[in-house]
């Protein structure tokens, strides 16, 4: 039987989801807890508490969050939702965290080109179905996937169309000409990926 080390424990708060087995084990690991751990004054919680200085909102993105909540600093739940629609809310964690990092490339692309307008973000089964969505759709947000369509709102599409090309590692849909729309996704395991409409 081994030790974990210093990096394995400060791992597990990494990967803490508030799943019931995780709470199970917290809770364990309280339960064990010298009370001189459990003082709100104790230097591990103070210092876990703290701040660093010029830190920005460091509140997780969460499926429950109200649809004003920013995902990023200018763009919103509501953006990824129709406008905030309760049937395309996400309903787990790695959602929201795809669509962080979405939104972290849409701020790079709002640098360059100015607002961006989210046409397409979250489409749950039903919905992807309604509009006649394909079945495998990244819009489905299914594990390791998730998309929006997109277009800056100065008219400079056809620019920001090539930009995305050239900046997104993942998926690509050249909409642009046909739809309005540019689509910036990810599928499951990253891949590189590009497609016509
Ligand atoms: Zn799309």
New binding site residues.
């Given amino acids: 039987m081994a030790n974990i080390s210093k990096q394995d424990f400060k791992n597990f708060f990494k990967y803490y989801k508030e799943e019931s087995q995780q709470v199970a084990g917290v809770e364990i690991l309280f339960d064990q807890m010298r009370d001189v751990l459990k003082s709100d004054e104790h230097n591990w919680i103070t210092t876990y508490r703290s701040k660093p200085e010029g830190s920005v909102n460091t509140n997780v993105f969460t499926a429950d969050a109200p649809f004003d909540t920013n995902v990023t600093a200018n763009f919103t739940y509501a953006e990824l939702t129709n406008g905030g629609e309760e049937a395309r809310r996400f309903t787990r964690q790695d959602q929201c965290e795809v669509a962080v990092e979405i939104c972290e490339f849409l701020e790079k692309a709002r640098a360059k080109f100015g607002p961006i307008k989210i046409t397409?973000g979250h489409r749950p089964p039903a919905i992807n179905a309604a509009v006649g969505g394909a079945s495998s759709s990244e819009?489905l947000f299914a594990s390791g996937c998730g998309?929006v369509?997109a277009y800056p709102s100065n008219g400079s599409g056809a620019e920001f169309e090539t930009w995305c090309d050239n900046n997104w590692p993942y998926s690509i849909?050249y909409g642009m000409s046909y739809r309005g729309f540019v689509?910036i996704?990810i599928r499951a395991g990253k891949p590189r990926v590009r497609w016509d409409y």
Avoid: L, N, V
């Fill in positions: 397409s819009h998309a369509d849909g689509h996704g």
